[in-house]
């Protein structure tokens, strides 16, 4: 496998190609090629052809790809031959409903704890979770490894609870929150805001809807 580094577009497609190649390999079809799989996805076979070029993913002609190697390059590539701890704080809807995710688990991810400031959900079980105390984090974090905090806080204390994990030795950070954590170089942070990918769907609803409209218009 090629050790250089891959660019963030790449990296954002390969959980996506790695679904797919999943699904392809449960349906026993072991070969695919860029154009069958692009198709699939929604992609160009141009560009699916660029992005395993950039971790030696060649096809051969006639032949495609092998559906086998390419899922075992990328899962290596995305870390999964490791297992990661993983928080929650914030056991509220949201934190709640992926404290409930299974496939956390499946794809190597172990939710080790789950924390919350709210009495009433203090001693709440999730999946055999605990919730548990925020003011406990730091000597749950003292005995307890753990790689990524996911914050499931509100907009006022995101910032506040991302500066206190990292303090406490945490290296990576899912931020739910309605806030762009701005956190030092190295601490990783992936920022996921819902409302924004609702307003991607409008949009490409308003277009949808202007582009029926200009063909009704047409003679």
């Known amino acids: 496998m090629d050790e250089k580094k891959l660019s963030s577009q790449v990296v954002k497609r390969l ?4 679904r797919y190649l999943s699904t392809l390999l449960q349906l026993g079809i072991s070969r695919i090629s860029s154009k069958d799989l692009g198709n699939r996805m929604g992609l160009t076979s141009s560009q699916v052809r660029q992005d395993f070029f950039c971790f030696g ?3 051969l002609q006639g032949y ?28 509220g809807s949201l934190g709640h409903a992926l404290a409930k995710h299974a496939n ?24 055999n979770v605990e919730v548990q105390p925020v003011d406990d984090l730091p000597d749950f974090l003292s005995k307890n490894p753990v ?8 907009e006022n204390c995101a910032g506040e609870v991302a500066r206190l994990v990292a303090d406490l030795g945490v290296k990576a950070l899912w ?21 924004d990918c609702l307003m991607v769907l409008g949009y490409n609803l308003q277009e949808k809807s202007l582009r029926e409209e200009s063909l009704k218009e047409k003679p």
Do not use: C, W
């Open 15 to 18: 959980p996506r190609y790695y």
């Open 57 to 59: 993913g060649n096809g």
């Open 64 to 91: 495609g790809y092998d559906v086998g190697f390419l899922h075992q390059e990328i899962h290596k590539l995305l870390g999964l031959q490791h297992s990661h701890t993983m928080i929650i704080i914030g056991a």
């Open 147 to 154: 790689d990524i905090a996911v914050l499931t806080v509100p």
């Open 175 to 195: 931020n739910f929150s309605p806030v762009e954590l701005m956190m030092p170089e190295d601490i990783i942070v992936e920022n996921t805001h819902m409302i």
């Open 104 to 127: 956390f688990e499946k794809s190597g991810f172990k939710l080790a704890g789950i924390f919350d400031v709210k009495p009433e959900l203090i001693g709440e079980k999730i999946r």
